[in-house]
């Protein structure tokens, strides 16, 4: 027998430019040297993702186990929604582009060293962020930045998924502006009617920080934090990605941010694409947005961390 709880693995082979690919053999082996069995579940088989998740959710119920989700944020969060609300933990192996849900939880981003936590992190319960019943870890969007996913999709999948691909091809579908939302946003007993290009909504403090937007704190307090671009022009866009870029968004007037335990968006549309964690979805309006505390169990580091690591976590 084991000497613990089989990892069940599911990889996705095209993150971290093929390192998903290569992780199998790694892990096989660090679990050979723990004792532990290795269940690989293949993402590239019958249902893609979605089915290899749903079998290895399935197997760790019956034998006990860990589901690790080997892949970027988008992978992660395709974990966490089949996971959310059970007690299967979660393990994570980092090796997507900006791994903002590791990294603001003290996960190794270092493959082997995301690993061995996997075998030895004590499971903790973190919260999620939720829109209309589906999980997101780092952020959801929609109007223009729903409209850069789409197009840094397609930009990566021609010259290759990096981070300096990601943030031009970004920077440039920004700039090519998008029409404006007439939206009624329901947030702490009030409305208010706005029209904008995009409306953002965080969960992820290390993501906030990264691009100085003053709303971290939205986290630390178990809430979210939404953000709302005011109607701008193209030089205006163009100030905002460079601020967005130099880090220093927290001075731009264009940009309303609020905390909010929940968020209803009434927009003008039946259906509205979404971008959940760099992952698009077209869902029913209205939107609703909150948080579910303490939706899935992670395996973090047994030692609690100290400094801006540990503040930048936000709630758990």
């Known amino acids: 027998m084991t000497g613990g709880p089989p ?3 599911v990889a996705n082979p095209a993150s971290g430019a093929g390192e998903g690919a290569s992780l199998v053999e790694r892990a096989r082996a660090a679990c050979a040297r723990a004792g532990r069995t290795l269940v690989l579940h293949d993402s590239v088989g019958p249902g893609g993702l979605e089915g290899a998740v749903r079998r290895a959710h399935a197997a760790a119920r019956a034998d006990g186990g860990v589901v690790v989700a080997a892949g970027g944020d988008g992978t ?3 974990v966490a929604q089949e996971l959310a609300g059970g007690a299967v933990p979660l393990a994570v192996v980092p090796v997507g582009t900006f791994n903002f849900f590791a990294r603001n939880h003290g996960i190794p981003e270092d493959s082997d060293a995301a690993l061995a936590l996997a075998l030895d992190g004590a499971p903790r319960a973190v919260a999620l962020g939720e829109v209309n019943e589906r999980v997101f870890l780092v952020n959801a969007s929609f109007g223009l930045y729903a409209r850069a996913v789409a197009q840094r999709e397609r930009d990566t999948a021609r010259f290759g998924r990096n981070r300096a691909v990601v943030i031009a091809s970004t920077v440039l579908s920004l700039l090519r502006g998008h029409p404006l939302m007439d939206l009624e946003l329901e947030a702490g007993g009030r409305a208010q009617r706005v029209r904008t290009p995009m409306v953002f909504v965080g969960s992820n403090a290390l993501q906030l920080r990264d691009v ?3 709303v971290a704190h939205c986290l630390r ?7 709302v671009l005011r109607p701008v022009g193209l030089w205006g866009m163009l100030r905002l990605a460079l601020s967005g870029l130099a880090r220093a968004l927290q001075q731009e007037e264009r940009l309303e941010s609020f905390c909010a335990d929940r968020l209803r968006v009434h927009p003008r549309r039946r259906r509205i694409r979404v971008a959940l964690d760099g ?5 029913r309006t209205p939107l609703c947005f ?3 505390p303490a939706a899935i169990r992670v395996m973090l580091p047994g ?7 540990a503040e930048a976590r936000g709630p758990a």
């Open 290 to 292: 909150g948080t579910r």
């Open 76 to 78: 992660v969060r395709s």
């Open 212 to 214: 100085s937007l003053d």
């Open 7 to 9: 990892l069940h693995l």
């Open 279 to 283: 992952e698009l979805f077209n869902l």
């Open 303 to 309: 030692e609690p961390m100290a400094g801006a690591a």
């Open 221 to 227: 307090d178990g809430r979210l934090a939404v953000v």
